[in-house]
């Protein structure tokens, strides 16, 4: 099975700006959590989305949103980057039970 | 809200030692499952062993083994004969149900040297 994809690898925006991410699961993964990783922070939830219904969100700001289409795949926008939102995002798929598979992440640099 | 704690940011073994990571984590559910993460240079997070906290029997994995202390509620990894490939950031996981589904709570991470 392939494991989980993320488009684009590398993304350089600026301040103002918006962007999304993409993530393909796993084949017959349902679920697919985001994830931002920093080094000031380490590694925080984003959200959760499970047959295209948002069922766990963490602390972030509006500014963050997500969806997930009919086949698994999911998407999450930043809007109004600011310098802060520099980090790796990573997507991760579960096949319904506790453990998650991530994807290769996307490192977003904001200038 | 549930944390995760690990005390040790570096670590370092010799090859073929072994060596053993600490994590710590707070929660008041009855129902979860604890992970190890290994995340290498290449940034790709990596499921090492995973731990169902109703089960009593410590998880084990080729030459990765956890120390599950649930009173206690500590968490560690035993990583026996240690190779070169086992050089990388460990991240210590959290998962429960309920409204936390899908959510993992992740500790700081170790960084996890491997001298030859």
């Known amino acids: 099975k392939a494991g989980v994809t993320q488009t684009p690898r590398y993304l350089i925006k600026t301040r103002g700006q918006q962007v999304t991410l993409s993530c393909s699961p796993i084949s017959g993964h349902r679920s697919v959590s985001w994830y931002q990783q920093t080094p000031g922070q380490g590694l925080q939830f984003l959200f959760e989305y499970f047959s295209e219904t948002q069922r766990n969100k963490g602390n972030f700001p509006g500014r963050f949103s997500g969806r997930q289409f009919s086949n698994s795949r999911s998407e999450m926008n930043v809007s109004t980057l600011e310098l802060g939102d520099s980090a790796l995002y990573l997507c991760?798929?579960?096949?319904?039970?506790?453990?998650?598979?991530f994807g290769p992440g996307t490192r977003l640099t904001v200038t | 809200a549930q944390t995760v704690t690990q005390s040790q940011p570096e670590m370092s073994v010799q090859e073929a030692e072994t060596v053993t990571l600490s994590c710590t984590y707070d929660t008041s559910e009855s129902d979860y499952y604890l992970f190890w993460y290994k995340q290498p240079p290449s940034r790709q997070m990596i499921l090492v062993i995973r731990?169902?906290?109703?089960?009593?029997q410590n998880a084990t994995e080729n030459r990765f083994s956890v120390n599950f202390q649930k009173a206690a509620k500590s968490f560690s990894l035993k990583i026996s004969d240690s190779q070169l490939g086992d050089a990388a950031m460990y991240f210590c996981a959290y998962g429960a149900g309920g409204t936390s589904y899908g959510k993992l709570t992740f500790g700081q991470g170790t960084i996890l040297t491997v001298h030859p």
């Open positions: 991760a798929s579960s096949p319904g039970t506790f453990e998650q598979y």
């Open positions: 731990q169902e906290a109703y089960k009593q």
